[in-house]
């Protein structure tokens, strides 16, 4: 079964580390991501732009809004995923609770829903 393992963070605390401490944390990703990569785990996965940089998009009786920025604000935004193949959700909370922001955010598991078109 597939799962979406989301990475939700503090963007402003990505913000605010000196290159050293960005350095670390890129090297904890990079280690992550060639683990479940060698494992087979690995589906797909990217980090995500700033929630500046987004545009929420919603129609409202028949007419298309768009909003600049995230629906809500929260302590922790998205900031990433991973798309996974597990044999059971405790395999993928075990992969979840490996990756780097999970020690200061959170990781959100979600069973992707396979549906037959």
Known sequence: MQY???IYADEKAWGAMDEKQGQEVFAAYN????????KGA???GDALKPTAT????????GKMLTTDGP???TKEQLGGYYLIEA???DEA????SKIPDAKTG????????????
């Open 4 to 6: 979406l393992l989301l």
């Open 31 to 38: 280690a992550f991501t060639k683990e479940v990569k060698e």
């Open 42 to 44: 690995f589906k797909a």
């Open 54 to 61: 987004a545009t929420t998009v919603r129609v409202r009786n």
């Open 71 to 73: 629906f809500a604000e």
């Open 87 to 89: 044999a059971s959700l």
């Open 93 to 96: 909370i075990a992969w979840a």
């Open 106 to 117: 959170s990781i959100e598991v979600r069973p992707v829903a396979q549906y037959d078109v």
